[in-house]
């Protein structure tokens, strides 16, 4: 993976006023469009691989979270939402997120970062998932049936930027989708940064205490 790429594709595109804004669609390839949902955040998704052969595709992905909901006090999220627009045969039915580059100028600190996944059809996958580095937060966990992932143990700053999955073995994390239901396939990937002491009360203490893998 490339992510010092992504990071000056991304500075380029911010610079030049290039980074997607909500209802911008992305041709993915491997039978999937993406279209970026956030008003608020700035987003892009890039194609790093895709392999009908190999049934995966493998993506970049960028953020720049800059506005806070004044009803939640947390960051606006990052909203994309994954279609199918090809038949089963030619749709991968795995979905890689490599290198990813984020960066917090919210005006406060975060404490923890939510990946949910809405919709029935797709999950996170722990096991390939495992070595999906997520510095300088400590752990990685996968609550929910699978379908919320939770990193936290660290502080990402305002100001600092964050890059989960970059360098060499940083990992992946990886999406599974079941095509066997009702067709054509969907699900959101929402992302919510959290700021301390917001994770209990958006997790839930009943996800905390429920099955969990844990990364140290």
Do not use: C, H
Not at 127 to 133: C, K, Q
Not at 151 to 160: C, I, K, L, Q, T
């Amino acid at each position: 993976m490339n992510i010092k790429g992504l990071i000056a594709g991304s500075t380029l595109a911010l610079a030049l006023g290039f980074t997607a804004n909500a209802g911008t669609v992305v041709d993915l390839g491997g039978g999937w469009q993406a279209t970026i949902l956030s008003n608020n955040t700035l987003v892009d998704v890039t194609v790093d691989f895709v392999s009908l052969e190999d049934d995966v595709l493998v993506i970049e992905k960028f953020a720049n979270f800059l506005t806070i909901d004044p009803f939640t006090g947390l960051p606006d999220p990052v909203q994309i939402a994954f279609n199918q627009v090809a038949s089963d045969e030619d749709t991968v039915s795995t979905i890689v997120i490599a290198d990813e580059l984020i960066f917090n100028n919210t005006g406060i600190d975060w404490t923890g970062y939510l990946n949910v996944l809405l919709g029935s059809q797709a999950t996170f996958d722990p096991v390939a998932s495992a070595g999906f580095d997520v510095s300088p937060f400590s752990s990685l966990d996968f609550l929910n049936g699978n379908q919320t992932a939770f990193a936290s143990g660290g502080v990402v700053a305002d100001g600092d930027a964050w890059t989960p999955g970059a360098g060499p073995g940083g990992g992946e994390l990886v999406i599974n989708i079941d095509l066997s239901g009702n067709n054509p396939a969907k699900f959101v990937l929402k992302e919510i940064p959290i700021p301390a002491p917001g994770a209990l009360a958006l997790l839930g203490v009943a996800g905390l205490i429920g099955s969990r893998r844990r990364r140290n």
